[in-house]
């Protein structure tokens, strides 16, 4: 029967996606833009990648742009990337460009499952896991699971790596600066949630700052400038898209080297 196949191919297939990502090079918590194009220049270069989302539809705020007006502003350092992607931009004025935040968000999602990056959403990370002092991996569960408080246990998901891409909220930066009584230091050396920045030093850290801030435990996106105190801002996602390849291409070289 039609009805009993469609379920059948569902299932079987979802779960062999699942199974296949158990043991990843790249784990990615968030799918907001950095995250979303670290997945696809990591899954380019041909390390195994996957990404999880606690939303229905990964994204993160690039989606809504500024206030629901669906339009976006990117800087002229992060055109080559809108080029690659195809994007459709208009020029604003000198240095900046626009974009329509539904057609770009939609590009890079497209983009980076085409490259071959696994994206699960309705998942949330509830802790890592540690092997030898290192990040090694993700605990995960059904974000309806967390949201209702039901008592229903996670799995494992094993990585050589793991990314932070969980925005202002910089949940396993926490988790780990937590489990570990660790001083978690931005780049700029501050003690994660110690001070605060001004707006254009929070958009330098995010283009500038990525870098491995505990064994195994990378961060992108917003999550950079936010473990230094930076107060929410407005949509940089020019800053965002910048941070997500930068940090790809620093675990590309670094794997290389393992």
Not at 144 to 149: D, K, Q, T, W
Not at 165 to 182: I, L, M, P, Q, Y
Not at 220 to 241: D, E
Request: with cysteine.
């Amino acid at each position: 029967m039609i009805e009993t196949k469609v379920s059948k191919g569902i299932i079987s297939t979802y779960f062999d996606k699942l199974e296949k990502c158990l043991e990843l090079d790249v784990a990615i918590v968030g799918g907001g833009p950095s995250g979303i194009v670290a997945a696809y220049y990591m899954a380019q270069a041909g390390l195994k990648v996957a990404l999880f989302d606690r939303k229905l539809s990964p994204g993160g705020g690039m989606w809504g742009g500024a206030m629901m007006f669906n339009q976006v502003v990117i800087q002229q350092e992060a055109m080559d990337i809108i080029k690659e992607f195809g994007i459709n931009y208009e020029k604003y004025e000198d240095g900046l460009y626009t974009i329509d935040s539904i057609e770009s968000t939609s590009a890079i999602l497209y983009k980076a499952v085409h490259a071959g990056a696994k994206l699960f959403n309705c998942y949330s990370v509830e802790d890592v896991v540690f092997k030898d002092k290192k990040v090694s991996g993700v605990v995960v569960n059904w974000t309806p699971v967390l949201r209702e408080g039901l008592h229903v246990d996670p799995l494992n998901i094993m990585a050589r790596c793991v990314i932070d891409g969980t925005g202002h909220d910089s949940e396993v930066c926490k988790v780990v600066a937590r489990k570990n009584g660790a001083e978690l230091r931005t780049p700029t050396g501050q003690v994660v949630g110690e001070g605060s920045l001004n707006v254009d030093e929070g958009e330098r850290l995010v283009v500038e700052g990525t870098k491995e801030i505990y064994p195994g435990l990378y961060v992108c996106g917003m999550a950079v400038s936010a473990v230094s105190g930076t107060p929410r801002m407005g949509p940089i996602f020019g800053g965002m898209l910048l941070s997500g390849k930068k940090v790809a291409n620093l675990i590309i070289k670094e794997l290389a080297k393992k």
